[in-house]
Nanobody
């Protein structure tokens, strides 16, 4: 059974940085496309960044390009989201997602609050 557990959220001032981590438990982590999505209050969940199993392919939402970096360590079953130059509009619950075989798995989320 796949489980995803996020950590690293918190309160940070605008312009600051945070690094989110997601621990994966289950089999064949390297075959999963991993991603980070976020959901702000009153808004729909949106995909922020995604990384392929071998880390060759990445995707970033326009709103975070140049500020966020997604990475993974297949040996440790971990995926990360480095967030720099944070803005107040980045405030949201951030969810880790794993996708394989057409099925999505989600973590419970970690809250990121960016103050002005």
């Amino acid at each position: 059974q796949v489980q995803l557990v996020e950590s690293g959220g918190g309160l940070v001032q605008a312009g600051g940085s945070l690094r989110l981590s997601c621990a994966y438990s289950g089999r064949t982590f390297g075959t999963y496309t991993m991603g980070w999505s976020r959901q702000a209050p009153g808004k729909e969940r949106e995909l922020v960044a995604e990384i392929s199993g071998n880390s060759v392919g990445t995707y970033y939402a326009d709103s975070v390009k140049g500020r966020f970096i997604i990475s993974r360590d297949n040996a440790k079953n971990m995926v990360y989201l480095q967030m720099d130059s944070l803005k107040t509009e980045d405030t949201a619950v951030y969810y880790c997602r794993g996708t394989a075989g057409g099925k999505d798995y989600w973590g419970k989320g970690t809250l990121v609050t960016v103050s002005s």
